[in-house]
């Protein structure tokens, strides 16, 4: 079983940045993919960047690329999603979540759930 647990949210005015981080507990991190997801007021949680299990590879949302970068320590048990030049429609709730499916963006394919950080982006 893995325990996640996200940090980083906040309140950052349009075109800055944040740096989300997710700690995982466990010794098999390093089994899994990643996925970072959003959960807007009122919307469904949709799909942000995956990473594989060795950083081999990633996966990004279409309105992210280019201003988002998810990356991984595996030493630190740790998947970080760098966001920047953020836009009042990156506010959400932000989640981190595991899977043993290849990159995959769909929330249901996630085992483990962090609570999720908030990440408002004033305009």
């Known amino acids: 079983q893995v325990q996640l647990a996200e940090s980083g949210g906040g309140l950052v005015q349009a075109g800055g940045s944040l740096r989300l981080s997710c700690a995982a507990s466990?010794?098999?991190?390093?089994?899994?993919?990643m996925g970072w997801f959003r959960q807007a007021p009122g919307k469904e949680r949709d799909f942000v960047a995956a990473?594989?299990?060795?950083?081999?590879?990633?996966r990004y949302e279409d309105s992210v690329k280019g201003r988002f970068t998810i990356s991984r320590d595996n030493a630190e048990n740790t998947v970080y999603l760098q966001m920047n030049s953020l836009k009042p429609e990156d506010t959400a709730v932000y989640y981190c979540?595991?899977?043993?499916?290849?990159?995959?963006?769909?929330?249901?394919?996630?085992?483990?759930w962090g609570q999720g950080t908030q990440v408002t982006v004033s305009s």
């Open positions: 979540a595991a899977t043993r499916t290849i990159l995959s963006s769909a929330s249901r394919q996630y085992d483990y």
């Open positions: 466990g010794r098999t991190f390093s089994s899994y993919d």
């Open positions: 990473i594989t299990r060795f950083a081999g590879a990633t």
